[in-house]
């Protein structure tokens, strides 16, 4: 693709540059559409690429999570990372580090963070799920999703577990799930 049409000499050497980087990058392209298609795949590219960055995040964020079932005590209101004494919120908190991400300490604070997820069909693997355990309607408990109903939460009575989001305590606790 050889620009040479333009009167001036520097416009000629800016379309063969063009050309060269084109041709440099394995990509032929032909006709006047030939730099809009190349910017079309390139931002295809790019999606795609934060899609399957999004994706692989999520999937280390669930396995970060199920490595540490049976191996966390839970205690409210702690986060001793090193005896892996935790309390739900500083689990999650965790989790989210160990694959870079930074979110804050508390269950409601973490509820304020993404794009909330309302609807239980709708939780992708890796968002985090607020339930309400105490008082009605008011988040106090969080859990990391991890696919086909269930999610891995850091509870009082058996520390980090999978649990069914279906089964009749969580049931009717849900509130919302945040997708980061």
Not at 40 to 69: E, L, P
Not at 141 to 157: D, E, L, P, Q
């Amino acid at each position: 693709m050889l620009l040479v049409k333009k009167s001036r000499l520097s416009k000629s050497f800016v379309g063969i540059g063009l050309a060269l980087s084109l041709l440099t990058s394995g990509t032929m392209l032909f006709g006047p559409q030939s730099a809009f298609a190349a910017a079309s795949d390139s931002a295809a590219t790019a999606a795609y690429s934060a899609t399957s960055t999004s994706s692989s995040k999520a999937s280390g964020i669930v396995r970060t999570a199920r490595s540490y079932i049976g191996k966390v005590r839970y205690k409210f209101g702690v986060r001793d990372t090193s005896r892996l004494i935790l309390d739900c919120s500083s689990f999650t908190q965790l989790v989210f580090k160990k694959n870079g991400i930074t979110i804050p300490w508390s269950s409601a604070d973490q509820a304020k963070l993404g794009t909330a997820v309302k609807k239980k069909a709708n939780l992708r693997e890796g968002d985090l799920v607020f339930f309400s355990t105490s008082k009605p309607g008011r988040i106090n408990h969080v859990g990391i999703y991890v696919g086909n109903g269930k999610f891995v939460s850091n509870t009082a009575s058996s520390g980090v577990v999978m649990l069914d989001m279906n089964d009749s305590y969580w049931k009717n606790r849900y509130i919302t799930g945040r997708r980061l």
